[in-house]
């Protein structure tokens, strides 16, 4: 692998591979290697470095990370297949190459905020409080004509069967 690692976190959900090399932060920060789009995230979230025993998490922020379904309180010797859990975002440790489908990805980049997508206006349309009142409002409104319906049918068959 050109990349010089010789283990990966590996993010399935968005098929992507960090390689650890050197000391890899984990964090919602643009100064962190991997960087995770989550508001439940803490800037500098966790560390993972190398040392003399292999690889060892680190949790650094105030936000709960698990290994295993373990909350991490103190460093943690990280293993084949261990899962680690931030926020939404499941990372899994592997001293395998991954595979060709893929992304390798050294570092993520924050997205300038002058080069970031404004939501566009249907989006804002839709997020409208109005919009979304009248939404609630449409679907109530479908609700009651068919609960209508089926009492003026029901009342019928009673009228029918009583002839």
């Known amino acids: 692998m050109t990349s010089g690692a010789d283990a990966w976190l590996v993010d399935e959900r968005w098929f992507k591979a960090y390689p650890l090399v050197g000391d890899t932060t984990i964090g919602r920060s643009a100064n962190c290697t991997i960087i995770l789009r989550d508001p439940a995230v803490s800037r500098v979230h966790a560390e993972v470095k190398k040392q003399a025993n292999g690889y060892v998490l680190q949790h650094r922020g105030s936000a709960v990370t698990t290994l295993n379904e373990t909350r991490v309180t103190a460093e943690r010797v990280l293993h084949e297949g261990d899962v680690i859990d931030i926020g939404v975002t499941t990372l899994r440790f592997t ?7 893929m992304f390798l990805v050294s570092r993520d980049y924050a997205v300038p905020s002058d080069k970031a997508e404004a939501p ?28 209508l319906l089926l009492a003026m049918l029901l009342f019928l068959l009673a009228v029918l069967g009583a002839l």
């Open 120 to 147: 566009t206006r249907p989006t804002l349309h839709a997020m409208h409080p109005i919009t979304l009142v009248s939404r609630i409002s449409v679907f109530w409104r479908r609700i009651l004509i068919a609960i």
């Open 95 to 101: 001293m395998s190459a991954p595979t060709g489908e």
